[in-house]
């Protein structure tokens, strides 16, 4: 069975648990719901007691933050960015005092960083094609993001080309990996060739986990963050994705697709003790661990696409 990766919108709802239960068993066969409106692309606070994610319960796509502590079903949400534009893909840095996120203004999406309040934003792309998904270094010197701007640099020298590809749109075949400072500076490209997708440092910084496609073959692998020694963790699986660190950086959780669906998975950092956590009906994409490494975020698509939290295994 193939599966296009791609095909996963960008507008999920969200669901949760608001209480874990304890020492549950894998895989999953249940997950309860928490919020009901279009809510998606979460992730963690660096303290967990709050979700930055994208919302449209106030009115178009914008930054929103779910503090984990509440029980009224994501109603009480912050909103934090404010305009026309369509937001993306926010990301705390790790001190907490600032959040990355994607604005796609004119087709165009770039990235910005504002303050954990909504403040004080400041532009980090300008004139560098599509950018997406950007994520901190553990120092937070760096953002480390998806770019089709290498690749459109490469067709400019074969064949001029003023059309823009939105990221998630178009196959990724066109996308690197690159940092940059929050300030804009020192752009650096991280892979060359396209397919690199959901990158991340490990911990230590010593590694970029990352979602590696090639045509219909798309596999979890690992690089040195100066880009070198590309390896796969997947084995023989052709169709996993959306890769992220444990916090000590010991294991990995991602998303591979099954005879039900895309499911969640952990295993080891070197791709050993595969282990299936959810079993459940819908699509399980884009977990998160909590940096307190007791839980597990996660977005599902059942008819719509909501969030679950989870009891990370021991």
Known sequence: MRFHFNSIPFAFLICATSALSVGQEFPLKRVPILTYVVDYEASWSPDGRQIVLISSRHGGLKVHILDMGSDENGSDMRQITRGPNEDDSPAWSPDGRQIAFVSIHDDISDIFVMNAEGGDVRQVTRGLGQNIHPMWSPDGKRLLFNTTHFSEARQSRDVPTSKKRIIGEARDDSIDLATIRPDGSD?????????YTYGSFSPDGKWILHRRQHGEVSQVSVINSDGSGEHSLSGS??????????????RIVFSRLTQNGLQIFVMNQDGSGVRQL?????????????????????????????L?????PT
């Open 237 to 250: 699986s052709t169709s996993d994705g959306w890769p992220s660190w444990s916090p000590d950086g010991n």
């Open 187 to 195: 752009l650096q490209p991280v892979t060359h060739g396209g397919g």
């Open 308 to 312: 679950v939290v989870f009891q990370a």
């Open 278 to 306: 959810t079993d459940a009906p819908g699509e399980f994409v884009n977990p998160r661990w909590s940096l307190d490494g007791t839980r597990i975020l996660c977005s599902r698509r059942l008819g719509g696409i909501n």
